[in-house]
């Protein structure tokens, strides 16, 4: 299966901290892209690196992913209240015609 | 405008029951996508669309019906469910599909489906 392995399954950490997610995949990929989803919400793009790329910035986001182990990470800098969702990695394979999730992360930032 | 509209945002249906979910962008995503999502689980993938034609189904029952009217337009057509089937079902669209190095998915809120 393509389909990703995050962890942790659930983190909860203070406002102001950082928050660390990990994913990992089985096969080649085009993109991996990360999302996040609020309770019972749709789910909405956070940040996309391609294969070639090795690390990502987007404000307070760090993405970073490494081929050869097939795993990525995104980092969350000072952590807000409102940063309190579900973060999914997902990974567009090649060939395989569909964005395929991981099981996800449930993020807390306790005030 | 870049939202995905999905509508309603709540059903609730017995077994017996015909009902339709709908789904509408307008940012001319050739690609369009339907997706089940049970609690505290990921999406997971039913059905895709590429340029109005379906291109995927994950072997989803028939009483799931997909329906691509027009390049705007997303339907899901339900009929006969199970209570097993009560999920919250999301749609999405991307500028074109997924497997060819393409961009993010755009979703909708979702529709929560009980099925008593």
């Known amino acids: 299966s393509q389909q990703g392995e995050e962890d942790p399954q659930a983190l909860s950490i203070q406002e102001g901290e950082n928050a660390t997610m990990n994913c990992s995949y089985k096969?080649?990929?085009?993109?991996l892209q990360w999302y996040r989803q609020n309770s019972g919400r749709g789910l909405v793009h956070l940040i996309l690196?391609?294969?070639?790329?090795r690390e990502k910035h987007s404000g307070r986001l760090r993405v970073t992913l490494d081929t050869s182990k097939k795993s990525s990470s995104l980092l969350i800098t000072a952590s807000r209240a409102a940063d309190t969702a579900s973060y999914f990695c997902?990974?567009?394979?090649?060939?395989?015609?569909?964005?395929?999730f991981g099981q996800g992360t449930r993020l807390t930032i306790n005030p | 405008d870049t939202e995905v509209t999905q509508t309603p945002k709540h059903l609730v249906m017995g077994m017996t029951n015909k009902k339709s979910l709908k789904c509408e962008q307008h940012m001319g995503h050739r690609a369009m996508y339907w997706y089940k999502q049970k609690a505290k689980k990921p999406p997971e993938l039913m059905f895709v669309?590429?340029?109005?034609?379906?291109?995927i189904n994950e072997s989803v029952p028939s009483r799931f019906s997909p329906e691509c009217p027009n390049s705007s337009l997303l339907n899901l057509h339900l009929h006969a469910l199970q209570p097993e089937d009560s999920a919250l079902y999301l749609c999405?669209?991307?500028?074109?599909?997924?497997?060819?190095?393409?961009?993010?998915?755009?979703f909708g809120s979702g529709t929560q489906l009980s099925v008593l």
């Open positions: 999405a669209s991307s500028q074109v599909a997924a497997g060819t190095g393409s961009g993010k998915l755009f």
């Open positions: 997902a990974t567009d394979g090649k060939g395989a015609q569909k964005l395929v």
């Open positions: 690196i391609r294969s070639n790329e």
């Open positions: 669309y590429s340029y109005e034609k379906l291109s």
């Open positions: 096969t080649s990929i085009n993109n």
